[in-house]
C-alpha cells in the first residue's frame, strides 16, 4: 500500500507509481535526495520546532564513518552511507530500525575508484536512492553498490575502475535517483564527463553518454510533462537536458548555462534552475527533433542560490543566498516576497515539513521557519553540535538527520 | 599449497554444519571472479553471492583464498559475501573457524584485503585480536595493518615521559620503519625533529626529486594536453626546441622539498597556458612492477621508457600526496621517465600552482628506491610463499 502522506498530488505519478514500479512501500518513504518527488517536501508532516537532548530527539546512533550523504527512509529501515579510513577508502551502507535506532545489518566494499575530495567534502557524500526493494549506494570515486533491503549485493559497478578518468580531485556530490528501472547517475568532471541510466536488475548500462567536461556537483532530478513518462534534467554548467530515463536521449536543452552546485527543482508546471540568479521554464510539450527549446517565464539575478538547492512549496519558491539570507518569491512571476535573515553558512538542502522549512547550517544549527505567513518567521532555533553538511530526510512526522559521526531521529 | 587451503580442509573436517560442495563453493567463486568492467558477469556473481550466504562458518576461509589476486570488483562481492555468512553466524549464536581465521590472518602471503576482513571479522567476537597481533604487524603487507602498527608505537612513543626522549627516539623510529601514510610519517618526522634527529622523508618516500627539464610549449586554450611537442617524439637533451617563446634548450630541476614536490613555478617561472616537459632516469636492479604516485594540481602524461601510461586532463582541483596512483613495470638496469605537466590559463589566486610530486613504490605505497640510492626504506614489504619473513627488508636494489 502506497502511503500518500509524503507526495504531492502531481508528482506521485512519474517519481513513484511510474517510477518505482512492482514495490510494496510501506509508510511515508523518503527514498533519494529531497525525497521521493525529489522536491523535499513532505506536505503533511508536522516536525517539531524545537528539540534537545533531552527532548524531541527519540534517538541517537553513532556512524562508523563520515558522510555528507543525507539518510533514505524505506519502510521501517533508515539507510545511511558512510566512508572511513586514512584514504576514506572504506565504504559503508548501514541499515537502522526507524522505531528503536539500532543497527540491523551494515555492509562494507573497498573503493575501486579515486578518493580524494576537498577536506569539507568526503568519499561518502552523494546520497543513496532506493527503489522500495532495493538499495543504490554510490560514492566520490564512483562506485555504485546495489544491495538488497537484507543488505544482501545485487550487484555493484566501478564506473572510474572502468573509465579510469572519470573523478574529481575535489570529490563528487550527484546523488543519484531513481526513475522506473533505471538509475540516473551523473558523472561529470573536468576530465572523463559522461552520465549513465543503470538497469537497476543488474547494473549495466541502458545508456551512457558525454556530458560537458567540467566540474559539477548537481544532482538529477524528473520532469513530466502531462500525459507523456517522466525525463531525466541533467543540470550542468552549459545548462539542463531532459533525456529520457531508459534511452538517454535527449529530449530538449535549455542551454543559458547553470550552476554546478545547487540543483533544480520542480513546480507543478515549470522549472527552476539555479541559472543567471533563478530562472523559470516551462518545456515544451513535445519531444526530439519537434521540442521547442523551454520557455523562459522569468528570470532575477537575486535569487541565486548559494550551497543549498531551491524548494518550493505551495506556490513559492524559497532559496537560500551565500550570505545565508532567506528568500520567498512567488513561482509565477518571481516577485520576491519577503527575506529573513538566517545563520548560516549552509550547505545542506532545506526541507519542508507541511508549513516549516527546515534548515541545518554547516555549525549544526538548525532553524525552523514557519511559513504559512506573509512574512518568514523563525519559530525554532536548536543545535545537534556536530557539523551538518547533508540534507535531512523526512517521513510521516519523523526526521533523520547525521553528521560525520551521528545519526539522529527527531520526532515528538 | 596455500595455507588456506590446508585451513579450509580442517575447518571442513570440524564442521558441524552442512555446507556447499567443495565443488559448489569453487564453482561459486570463480563466478564471482570473472565479473568485470561494465557489469560484465554481474548476473552470475549476484547469484553466487546469493548460493554463498547459505554457506556454513567453515566455508569462510575457501570464500577468503578467492580472494588471491581478484579483481577490485570481485573482491567486493566476496566481501559481502564473508560479511553475510559471518553476520548470519553471529547472529545466530553459532561459532565461526576463529582458530583457523586467525592463522589466515596470519599468514602474509594471502592477499592482504582478504586477511584485514578476516581480521574484522575476529574483531567482532574477540576483543583481544588486535593486542595480540597488530605489534607485529609493523612491516605488513597491508597498508591497514602497518598503519594499526605505526599508531600503536606513535602512541607508546608519545606516552613517554621527557626524561626518556631516547627511548621515544627509538620507538619513533621503529615506527617509521613501517609508516606509508603521510599523515603518520609526517607526525613521525616532527616528532623526531623535537627530539633532535632529521627524517630523511624523500628516501622514506621515494620521491624523484632531480629532472631535467624543457619548455614551455603553448597551452592556450588548452591546446597542449593533446599536442605531441618533441620530447613526445624523441628525447634527446641536446636538442634545441622550437617552444612558445623561441627555442628552448633541457635545463634541471632539483627540489630540497621534504616531501619532493618540484615546484615550477618557483624554480623555473610562473608559466600560464603552457606544457613543460620533465625527465629523469630511474635504475632498476632488476624487472619489477611499481607504482608511480603523483600529486599534482597540474594536467599531466606520464610515459615510462617510452610507453604511456596514463594522463589526466584536470587543473586546480587539489594535490595531495598518492593522489594519483600508476601501475608500471620497470626494466632491469637505466628506466626513462618522461613527465608532460600543463599548467592552465586561469588568473584566479587559487589556481597558480604548478608543482608535481612523484614517487615510485610497490602496490602497498612502501618506497621502491633506484640502486644508487642509500636510504634503508623498507620495501617488498609482502613475503613470497615459502620464504622467510622479513622485518627489516632493504630496498630492491638499495645499497649500504
Known amino acids: 500500500m502506497i502511503n500518500l502522506q509524503n507526495l504531492s498530488a502531481r508528482r506521485i505519478v512519474p517519481v513513484v507509481a511510474a517510477v518505482v514500479s ?85 555492509r562494507q566494499f573497498w573503493a575501486t575508484g579515486r578518493t580524494m575530495t576537498h577536506p569539507k567534502m568526503c568519499v561518502a557524500t552523494p546520497t543513496p536512492a532506493s527503489d522500495g526493494e532495493r538499495i543504490f549506494a554510490f560514492y566520490s570515486s564512483n562506485d555504485v553498490v546495489c544491495l538488497d533491503l537484507d543488505g544482501n549485493l545485487l550487484w555493484l559497478r566501478g564506473l572510474t575502475h572502468d573509465f579510469p578518468n572519470a573523478s574529481n580531485s575535489l570529490g563528487m556530490s550527484s546523488s543519484p535517483i531513481v526513475i522506473g528501472d533505471t538509475l540516473i547517475v551523473q558523472v561529470e568532471n573536468d576530465a572523463e564527463s559522461f552520465a549513465t541510466g543503470l538497469d537497476t536488475s543488474t547494473g549495466k548500462a541502458r545508456w551512457k553518454k558525454a556530458r560537458p567536461k567540467k566540474a559539477n556537483w548537481t544532482s538529477p532530478t524528473v520532469w513530466q510533462n502531462r500525459d507523456s513518462e517522466p525525463l531525466a534534467l541533467l543540470q550542468s554548467s552549459a545548462g539542463v537536458e531532459a533525456v529520457d530515463p531508459r534511452t538517454g536521449e535527449t529530449q530538449w536543452k535549455f542551454e543559458d548555462g547553470a550552476s554546478t552546485i545547487p540543483s533544480s527543482v520542480v513546480t507543478t508546471d515549470s522549472l527552476l534552475v539555479p541559472s543567471n540568479g533563478l530562472t523559470a521554464l516551462r518545456p515544451g510539450e513535445n519531444k526530439g527533433d519537434d521540442a521547442k527549446s523551454p520557455e523562459v517565464l522569468w528570470n532575477d539575478n537575486r535569487l541565486g542560490p548559494g550551497t543549498s538547492s531551491p524548494i518550493v512549496v505551495d506556490g513559492k519558491v524559497f532559496v537560500v543566498n551565500r550570505a545565508g539570507v532567506l528568500q520567498a518569491a512567488d513561482v509565477t512571476t518571481g516577485s520576491i516576497l519577503w527575506k529573513v535573515r538566517l545563520k548560516g553558512p549552509f550547505s545542506a538542502t532545506p526541507v519542508a515539513a507541511g508549513k516549516q522549512l527546515i534548515f541545518f547550517n554547516e555549525e549544526g544549527g538548525a532553524q525552523v521557519v514557519d511559513i504559512s505567513g506573509a512574512e518568514g518567521e523563525i519559530v525554532g532555533e536548536n543545535t545537534v553540535g556536530e557539523t551538518i553538511l547533508s540534507t535531512p530526510a523526512i517521513s510521516d512526522n519523523e526526521m533523520f538527520v547525521r553528521s560525520d559521526g551521528h545519526l539522529w531521529k527527531i520526532a515528538k | ?143 591497514e595493518f602497518r598503519r594499526d602498527a605505526v599508531q600503536r608505537l606513535v602512541a607508546e612513543a608519545e606516552s613517554l615521559g621527557k626524561d626518556s626522549a631516547d627511548k621515544a627516539k627509538q620507538v619513533y623510529r621503529q615506527a617509521l620503519t613501517g609508516a606509508t601514510d603521510s599523515d603518520l610519517a609526517k607526525k613521525i618526522s616532527e616528532s623526531l625533529k623535537k627530539l633532535g634527529d632529521e627524517v630523511d622523508l624523500v628516501s622514506h618516500f621515494g620521491f624523484l626529486t632531480d629532472w631535467r627539464i624543457v619548455g614551455p610549449f603553448d597551452n592556450h586554450d588548452f591546446v597542449g594536453f593533446d599536442t605531441a611537442y618533441a620530447p613526445e617524439e624523441e628525447l634527446d637533451f641536446a636538442a634545441k626546441l622550437k617552444a612558445k617563446e623561441g627555442e628552448v634548450s633541457w635545463g634541471e630541476i632539483t627540489t630540497s622539498d621534504e616531501f619532493g614536490i618540484v615546484d615550477i613555478a618557483k624554480s623555473v617561472a610562473p608559466h600560464k597556458g603552457a606544457v613543460m616537459y620533465l625527465a629523469t632516469f630511474y635504475e632498476a636492479a632488476a624487472d619489477r612492477n611499481v607504482e608511480f604516485r603523483f600529486g599534482t594540481p597540474n594536467a599531466w602524461k606520464l610515459w615510462v621508457n617510452g610507453e604511456f601510461l596514463f594522463g589526466r586532463d584536470e587543473y586546480h582541483r587539489g594535490m595531495a600526496i598518492d593522489q594519483y596512483r600508476v601501475p608500471a613495470k620497470l626494466k632491469a638496469g637505466k628506466n626513462v621517465i618522461l613527465l608532460k605537466l600543463c599548467q592552465n590559463e586561469q588568473t584566479d589566486d587559487w589556481a597558480q600552482r604548478y608543482q608535481i610530486q612523484i614517487r615510485v613504490c610497490d602496490p602497498s605505497g612502501v618506497a621502491v628506491l633506484p640502486v644508487k640510492s642509500k636510504s634503508r626504506t623498507t620495501s617488498d614489504a609482502r613475503p613470497q610463499k615459502n620464504q622467510p619473513q622479513r622485518l627489516t627488508a632493504q630496498a630492491e636494489g638499495a645499497s649500504e
Not at chain 1, 525525497?35 to 503533511?44: E, P, Q, T, Y
Not at chain 1, 528539540?51 to 563520515?66: C, F, H, M, Q, Y
Not at chain 1, 521501517?76 to 552511507?81: A, G, K, L, S, Y
Not at chain 2, 592477499?111 to 609493523?138: C, F, H, N, Q, W
Open chain 2, 1 to 143: 599449497m596455500p595455507i588456506y587451503r590446508c585451513s579450509f580442509a580442517a575447518v571442513i573436517a570440524f564442521s558441524m554444519i552442512a555446507s556447499l560442495s567443495a565443488a559448489d563453493l569453487s564453482s561459486q567463486i570463480a563466478a564471482i571472479r570473472k565479473v568485470s568492467r561494465e557489469g560484465q558477469g554481474n548476473e552470475a556473481a549476484a547469484a553466487a553471492v546469493r548460493n554463498l550466504s547459505n554457506a556454513a562458518a567453515s566455508d569462510l576461509l575457501q570464500i577468503l583464498g578467492g580472494f588471491e589476486k581478484a579483481s577490485p570488483l570481485a573482491a567486493n562481492y566476496l566481501r559481502n559475501s564473508v560479511e553475510t555468512i559471518a553476520d548470519r553466524h553471529l547472529a545466530a549464536g553459532k561459532p565461526l573457524p576463529v582458530k583457523q581465521l586467525e592463522t589466515f590472518v596470519q599468514e602474509r602471503t594471502n592477499d592482504p584485503r582478504a586477511r584485514r576482513l578476516a581480521y574484522e571479522v575476529l574483531a567482532k567476537v574477540d576483543s583481544t585480536i588486535g593486542d595480540r597481533l597488530i605489534p607485529a604487524m609493523l612491516l605488513d603487507p597491508s597498508p
Open chain 1, 22 to 106: 512492482a514495490t510494496c512501500l510501506t509508510g511515508a518513504d523518503w527514498l533519494q535526495f529531497r525525497g521521493n518527488d525529489v522536491s523535499g517536501v513532505s506536505a503533511l508532516s508536522e516536525i517539531p520546532a524545537t528539540w534537545s537532548d533531552t527532548e524531541n530527539i527519540a534517538w541517537k546512533v553513532d556512524l562508523p564513518g563520515r558522510g555528507l550523504s543525507g539518510a533514505i527512509v524505506i519502510g521501517d529501515q533508515v539507510v545511511v552511507t558512510a566512508s572511513s579510513g586514512f584514504r576514506q577508502d572504506r565504504l559503508h551502507v548501514l541499515s537502522f530500525d526507524r522505531t528503536s535506532g539500532k543497527k540491523v545489518w551494515e
